[in-house]
């Protein structure tokens, strides 16, 4: 705990962000996981987070509650618009307007009070849904940001936004994760996610995570509704 290597990790409580968190751990950060209760659809994720943050021997796991569903604009937040089973084309509906930039705000505004240097997001932009705040053009415009509206950047301290995961195929962020000795039975990433944290099998992300373990050649823990 005398380790004055501090990361912020942004902890959803799925497969991406465990492996995140692994990665960091790994590289000799303390880490500080920061997950939200923005209005979703389900706790289980943010259950998922607290599992994962416990099994990891984090130095600290915060959650800041938020009302993105208060806005409203996404099948995540708005229960009145479905969740989509099919693949298809262009920016899905479980994009959540302006998610991402909200939190690595807050966790930027964390990582100063830490001061930490680095924040971490299991963002990818290879097997992903086409969310616009996943991309790197996205991260890298706001590590700008983070270095031009903080006392810490503008003292040239400096802070950087790691997305180790941005140009990885699930499968190979699946045999890293296995390889760093992530419990994904632990993690949850579905967007439909019952209370007991089962997946649907059917919406974009169980797909993305069958077909990265599938190609990873390595079996799934997921556990399935109905099941």
């Known amino acids: 705990m005398t380790n004055s290597k501090k990361a912020v990790v942004l902890l959803s409580g799925g497969l991406d962000s465990a492996t995140v968190l692994a990665m960091a751990q790994a590289e000799g950060y303390l880490c500080h996981t920061l997950s939200f209760d923005y209005g979703q659809r389900h706790r289980a994720e943010l259950n998922a987070a607290a599992r994962l943050a416990a099994s990891a021997a984090v130095a600290a796991h915060k959650v800041i509650k ?3 569903d208060g806005m409203g ?15 298809g084309e262009g920016i899905p509906v479980t994009y959540v307007p302006a998610r991402n930039t ?56 400096g802070f950087r936004i790691r997305a180790p995961l941005q140009n990885m195929s699930k499968a190979r962020i699946v045999e890293s994760g296995v390889q760093l000795g992530v419990d994904y039975s632990l993690t949850v990433s579905c967007y439909q996610a019952d209370d007991q944290g089962r997946a649907c099998g059917r919406c974009d992300s169980c797909r993305l995570r069958s077909e990265g373990f599938e190609a990873a050649g390595l079996k799934d823990p997921t556990r399935y509704a109905g099941m």
């Open 66 to 68: 938020l009302d993105l």
């Open 73 to 87: 604009g996404s099948a995540l937040t708005d229960v009145s618009i479905a969740v989509p089973e099919e693949a």
């Open 102 to 157: 909200v939190f690595l705000a807050l966790a930027l505004g964390w990582a100063e009070v830490l001061e930490a240097k680095d924040i971490f997001i299991g963002v990818n932009a290879v097997d992903y849904s086409g969310y616009p705040d996943c991309r790197p053009a996205f991260i890298q415009a706001f590590e700008t940001v983070a270095n031009l509206a903080t006392r810490a950047g503008i003292e040239g301290v």
